[in-house]
Every structure is written in structure tokens, then in C-alpha cells.
């Protein structure tokens, strides 16, 4: 089972880009690479999932490098309400994934 | 209901005393999961259906820890003799697909478990 590291904690500003990387070194061939967002006092909810290259959708983009080892959650123009706890999870399965602690993202004024 | 609903969202127990959780997934949705939150952690992994199987409990961490999901649908978390390592967040999460597989997770709000 692959697990993953991402920073603990990032800051940014209101508008600017954010990127989150994560580093998962032991990624399998079958492995989907899916990225969650939770609020306080809420379950987490889907982001965005990718196996490959670039994937895009109304809240975000997700980069994933040739190798795979690596990947980039990247949130355009951010708000205060972007303010939360972003998890990286790799797995062919969805009982396969490890749920760190994620990257707990404050957005500033 | 539109997403999933759990119940109660929070419960406070006396040590010892046995609590029951209620997840009702998204209709249709075959896989249902449940996680253990504790503060500033990831959720952790504790059990999963498909449909009313149970295929995989290796993450209850005791046989206090005991789930079912009978009909498919609506699963209960029960924890029997409570005590107080057992305060956490418990989430339940649906899927419209089989577990083997990675499609989206619909979680709901939790339950909140506090055990005095």
C-alpha cells in the first residue's frame, strides 16, 4: 500500500495560487492518485483524481509528473473559504487508502 | 436525503455504556465505509461493505467494535462498553462503486463521540 508525504501546514494570501505537493515514492502501477478537502466539524469531500499528466476541473488542477512519484494539487486564485485540511491518498482501491494527516492549508486576508 | 447522513452527530456516553452510530449512504451506492477521526488526524480506516457484505474489519480496534449493514443499505457502528480512547469523530462514507475500485467518496458530517 502506498503511502504519502505532504507538508503539515502551508500559508498564502487571498487570490494568489496555491500548490500542494505530495511525494509518494512507491506508487503502483494500478494506483489512482485523489486528492480530498475537509472543513471543520465536516467530512472530507473529493477534490480531484488523476493517473497521469494533467487533470483540470471547476475547483482545481492536478499535475502529475512522467514518473508518477510525485504530484501537484494547484488551486487557483484561493479564498478565505479555501481554508482547510487537504489529504493525498494513492490506491487502486478505495479500501486501500492511507489517510495521513494531510496538509492543513490556512488562506490569509 | 442527497448525500449521506449520519446520526447522531454528537453523543456523549458515561465509560462503560454501549452507543450505537447510524450512517445512511446515498441510495444505491454500493460501498459504504467507516473511519475513526481523532483531533488533528487523518481518518482511519475501521470497516467496509459492499452491498451487505462486510469484506474487510481489520481496522476495529477491539470486539467492542462490531458493524453491520443487513440490508444493503442504512449500516449501524456499534461500540459496545464505551471507554474514554474511544472519543473520536466517526465518519461513513458511501460509494456508487464496488470497493475494488477508486471512485468518488461521499462522506457524511460524523459523529462526534465523547466518553466521559
Known amino acids: 500500500l502506498a503511502k504519502t508525504t505532504q507538508p503539515i501546514s502551508m500559508d498564502s494570501y487571498e487570490g494568489q495560487e496555491v500548490n500542494i505537493t505530495c511525494s509518494h515514492n512507491?506508487?503502483?502501477?494500478?494506483?489512482?492518485i485523489t486528492w480530498y478537502q475537509q472543513f471543520p466539524s465536516q467530512g472530507p469531500r473529493f477534490i480531484i483524481q488523476?493517473?497521469?499528466?494533467?487533470v483540470t476541473n471547476e475547483v482545481a488542477s492536478l499535475f502529475i509528473p512522467a514518473d508518477r512519484k510525485s504530484s501537484t494539487l494547484s488551486l487557483p486564485r484561493v479564498s478565505l473559504s479555501d481554508t482547510a485540511v487537504y489529504y493525498c491518498?494513492?490506491?487502486?482501491?478505495?479500501?486501500?487508502?492511507?489517510w495521513g494527516a494531510g496538509t492543513k492549508l490556512i488562506i490569509k486576508p | 436525503g442527497a448525500g449521506v447522513s449520519q446520526s447522531p452527530r454528537y453523543k456523549v456516553a458515561k465509560r462503560g455504556q454501549d452507543v450505537a452510530l447510524r450512517c445512511d449512504p446515498i441510495s444505491g451506492h454500493v460501498s459504504l465505509f467507516w473511519y475513526q477521526q481523532a483531533l488533528g488526524q487523518g481518518p482511519e480506516f475501521l470497516t467496509y461493505f459492499q452491498n451487505e457484505a462486510q469484506l474487510d474489519k481489520s481496522g476495529l480496534p477491539s470486539d467492542r467494535f462490531f458493524a453491520e449493514r443487513p440490508e444493503g443499505s442504512v449500516s449501524t457502528l456499534k461500540i459496545q462498553r464505551t471507554q474514554q480512547e474511544d472519543s473520536a469523530v466517526y465518519l461513513c462514507a458511501s460509494s456508487l462503486v464496488g470497493s475494488a475500485n477508486t471512485g468518488e467518496l461521499f462522506f457524511g458530517e460524523g459523529s462526534r463521540l465523547t466518553v466521559l
Open positions: 488523476g493517473y497521469k499528466t494533467k
Open positions: 512507491n506508487i503502483a502501477t494500478n494506483d489512482y
Open positions: 491518498l494513492v490506491g487502486g482501491s478505495n479500501y486501500q487508502l492511507i
